[in-house]
């Protein structure tokens, strides 16, 4: 049962990359009739990127100051939860571990965006040309299946709740196809998130990209054949696309799958 009245996973201005005031979002979740609203905010460490599309310390601060403001002004209304997006990169494993632990987030999102190609880091999510070019030169099947392994380890290592857009990278490239040793390793990732109690996320952002969610149908058939809890994220960076799960409603009653609708 995918509850729709919850939205997990939106970002604001704070990451850099993403447009709006917290408030912003919360006012559109309770004009959509939505009950629960996670902000996901990006948290990295040690990655060599030309720009940052993440939070600094005191960019956390403020997120949580101003969180907890609006936690209390939407109570009767809303339920705000404060949450983080943790990037995983597999040289900072214990940097990344104090910065979760140093906070009370109410819901830890894993994610995998960048991979280090000759000392420089590349985002497996984007769509800009030079992040394409050099891990398209790597070729498409390699880098699937180092992202799928490196995918596993965060799984294993990090204190997570969910598994955000798990098949998402590569997702700009043209070329873009899973092979079948990249479901083997999908598998063991879902072994590994049902060993460790967590949910998967349907990625909302998938529909208009490919008409269907991230991940893709098999692969969340297979979560919940293994008992896996789903749960739904927009992965808003404006404040107009949060809760906008009007396609991924229908899409599911095609699939068969059971959801809860917001309003
Ligand atoms: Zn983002
Ligand atoms: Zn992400």
Request: glycine content about 8%.
């Amino acid at each position: 049962m995918l509850d729709l009245t919850i939205d997990g996973h939106v970002h604001t201005r704070l990451c850099h990359h993403a447009v709006g005031e917290m408030e912003d979002y919360v006012l559109v979740a309770e004009e959509r009739g939505l009950k629960q609203l996670f902000f996901l905010e990006h948290l990295e460490r040690g990655i060599q990127y030309f720009e940052r599309t993440w939070l600094t310390e005191a960019d956390f601060d403020e997120y949580f100051r101003c969180g907890r403001e609006l936690k209390e002004k939407y109570r009767e209304t809303l339920q705000v939860g404060l949450g983080v997006e943790v990037g995983y990169n597999p040289q900072r494993r214990e940097e990344l571990l104090e910065a979760l632990a140093a906070r009370e987030w109410e819901r830890i999102g894993i994610s995998y965006h960048f991979m280090v190609v000759a000392g420089q880091h590349y985002n497996l999510v984007s769509r800009r040309s030079e992040n394409l070019l050099a891990l398209g030169k790597l070729g498409l099947e390699y880098v699937l299946s180092a992202y799928f392994a490196t995918l596993l380890e965060a799984v294993e290592i990090l204190p997570g709740q969910v598994v955000c857009h798990l098949d998402a990278a590569m997702r700009h490239h043209p070329e873009v196809r899973l092979e079948a040793s990249h479901y083997r390793q999908i598998e063991e990732i879902l072994a590994a998130m049902a060993r460790r109690g967590m949910a998967l996320e349907i990625n909302a952002s998938g529909m208009a990209r490919r008409g269907q969610p991230y991940p893709a149908r098999e692969i969340i058939f297979e979560a919940v054949r293994r008992g896996i809890p789903l749960t739904a994220g927009s992965d808003s960076h404006r404040p107009e696309d949060v809760g906008g799960f009007a396609d991924l409603a229908a899409w599911l009653v095609v699939q068969g799958i059971p959801g809860i609708s917001a309003a």
